[in-house]
């Protein structure tokens, strides 16, 4: 199986015009976006353990830790966000990070089995984006952040350059803990499919030639207006660069990361701009 998401983002882009339809219509639409919505991100809640691996503008691993991702359903349709990291002490430390609810999500985006998150401006100033897959009680969580370009002149071009990503393995309530590679090797050791039922393999080796083949299924766009617009790829990725993951190699300035567990992540390492630029995961669970 193969899953894969793609956000673009842009700056100074007009959206296409539309039919005008009636305030009773477009609130009913709005309405079952939103229920739709609820229930797509209801289905993420969970307490996530995970290995959370930072690489930096090259693509080179700068540090690993294991965290967790506390999705909480509370009553009232809410959701509450908290982050457990490890503390100075060594011990567990939790951050409160929000509560969200039905027809208030925030930036966050939910089509099948993927979720987008942002761009948000964080208060560091860095412009951060999260992708999200998931598949049975495992899924990737790929946040990419970039900062923006100190000009040499004041002429010069407003642009972000890519700064840094996190690539999260996780587990929703894990029995083993965060999958590790230890907790991997353990898992499937001398079996066909591990106890737990998940078939999820965080750190196999893939060849990349696996990604050589005819992709089909179907894609979601998320337009802006509350709504997602989908279409059937009944002839595969045909456009022009949906081949991406087929090769490290998708074009100049471009940020690319071919990790273990099949796991591929396109970025731009410039964003100009008024430019569209797509920002990519892809990924093989098994």
């Known amino acids: 199986m193969r899953a894969a998401l793609m956000i673009t983002l842009a700056r100074g882009l007009v959206a296409p015009r539309r039919a005008s339809i009636s305030g009773r ?34 693509g080179l691993e700068k540090m690993a ?32 990070v ?3 609810e039905r027809g208030a999500l925030g930036r966050q985006t ?27 009680a495992s899924r990737l969580r790929v946040t990419v952040q970039h900062a923006p370009a100190e000009g040499k002149d004041a002429s010069a071009e407003p642009a972000l350059l890519c700064y840094r990503c ?16 230890e907790v991997e090797q353990q898992r499937w050791a001398d079996v066909e499919t591990p106890a737990d039922g998940d078939d999820t393999h965080f750190w196999r080796g893939q060849s990349p030639w696996a990604w050589r083949r005819t992709w089909k299924g179907e894609a979601a766009v998320a337009t802006g207006r509350g709504e997602l617009t989908r279409y059937a790829l009944d002839d595969g990725l045909v456009e022009a660069g949906d081949d991406w993951h087929e090769s490290t190699r998708a074009g100049e300035a471009s940020y690319n ?14 964003i100009a701009a008024g430019v569209a630029s797509p920002l990519r995961v892809a990924w093989m669970p098994n």
């Not at 979720?115 to 999260?130: D, H």
């Open 25 to 58: 219509r477009a609130l009913a639409l709005r309405a079952a976006f939103d229920d739709e919505q609820w229930s797509l991100y209801a289905s993420q809640s969970g307490r996530w353990e995970g290995i959370w691996t930072t690489y930096d503008d090259q």
């Open 65 to 96: 830790h294991e965290g967790v991702w506390d999705v909480q359903l509370v009553p009232d349709d809410k959701a509450t966000h908290a982050l457990e990291v490890p503390g100075p002490g060594g011990g567990a430390r939790s951050i409160p």
């Open 98 to 100: 929000g509560t969200y």
């Open 110 to 136: 939910c089509a099948g089995a993927g979720m987008v998150c942002g761009p948000s401006l964080l208060r560091s100033g860095l412009v951060s984006t999260e992708l999200l897959l998931r598949h049975g």
């Open 166 to 181: 996190v690539v999260a393995r996780e587990r929703c309530d894990a029995a083993l803990g965060a999958p590790t590679r």
């Open 257 to 270: 990361l071919a990790l273990p567990g099949a796991v591929r992540v396109y970025a731009p390492q410039i």
